[in-house]
């Protein structure tokens, strides 16, 4: 199972210094993928910007938005034109992760309509993959970019049987993600698909001093929509190094293609700590 890390652009208060040295020495370290988290009503960084300035810094690990909320942004030709550029920028190393979203307030920002989200998504995807393989946008690619689709509805499923590589687990138990995975697969089979399809899922994490302070600072402001639960989340952060091997071995013997951990503190000493214990 190959080991990802997040980037630290949705932290309220992260530096660019942070964000630019947190990408070198995620790339050094030997971490198979750098993935953001999307959100428009929240002081984070935009995700496709920040891959972008990752990947001036960077050589050899993937880029991934994990996920990028697709339907509030209404233009698929802007978004795929977005994605070709940092692919194309990159070498090749960029992968569109891409869900509908859950929050209203997102939308609302964007002046998008949430309630037809579902049906306007899947018409985006299928107008990206046209664009990237048609004549009329640059820049060119041999390769356009894998999309990763997440999401726990059946439709959710679904989709990535029609238009995806794969799907991502925006966060759970490894006993959810064996669950998505065989429905996965089902509707990869149905859809006369061949091969298998790619399965990631995301895990937070803070190591060090201080580590359950940030994962509490963090995550319950960032989760706070989602009132009580908030705080489930923010007590399933791993803060030591016990439990990010006890999470990469559970998602592993789970079926996970790939595990990413996204950090909850923005020093970029936290990357040396994630690899002494993951990789």
């Known amino acids: 199972m190959d080991i990802g890390i997040g980037l630290p652009a949705t932290i309220p208060g992260v530096e660019k210094e942070q964000l630019i040295d947190w990408a070198r020495k995620a790339d050094e370290a030997g971490f198979s993928t750098l993935g953001v988290i999307d959100r428009i009503a929240y002081p984070n960084y935009e995700p496709m910007v920040a891959l972008a300035a990752a990947a001036a810094v960077t050589e050899r690990i993937r880029l991934t938005t994990a996920i990028a909320i697709l339907p509030m942004r209404e233009s698929a030709g802007a978004i795929a034109k977005q994605a070709a550029t940092v692919h194309h920028f990159s070498g090749g190393r960029f992968v569109l992760g891409a869900a509908v979203g859950g929050r209203e307030d997102d939308y609302?920002?964007?002046?998008?309509?949430?309630?037809?989200?579902?049906?306007?998504?899947?018409?985006?995807?299928?107008?990206?993959?046209q664009l990237w393989q048609g004549d009329k946008m640059g820049p060119k690619l041999e390769t356009p970019p894998a999309i990763m689709i997440g999401g726990s509805v059946d439709a959710a499923y679904k989709r990535v049987a029609r238009y995806g590589a794969g799907?991502?687990?925006g966060g759970g138990t490894p006993e959810m993600l064996a669950e998505g995975k065989k429905k996965?697969?089902?509707a990869w089979k149905e859809e006369g698909r061949e091969g298998e399809p790619r399965i990631a899922a995301l895990a937070y994490y803070a190591l060090g001093d201080g580590a359950e302070d940030a994962a509490n600072g963090y995550l319950k402001d960032y989760y706070s929509f989602l009132g009580e639960y908030a705080d489930q989340i923010a007590s399933s952060a791993a803060t030591d190094?016990?439990?990010?091997?006890g999470y990469i071995q559970g998602f592993d013997e789970a079926g996970c293609d790939e595990l990413i951990f996204f950090p909850c503190s923005p020093d970029p000493g936290q990357v040396e700590l994630l690899a002494g214990a993951a990789l």
């Open 241 to 245: 190094d016990d439990t990010v091997k």
């Open 108 to 129: 609302e920002l964007a002046g998008s309509d949430f309630h037809d989200r579902g049906k306007r998504f899947e018409a985006m995807l299928a107008e990206i993959e």
């Open 184 to 186: 996965t697969e089902e």
């Open 167 to 169: 799907w991502i687990m």
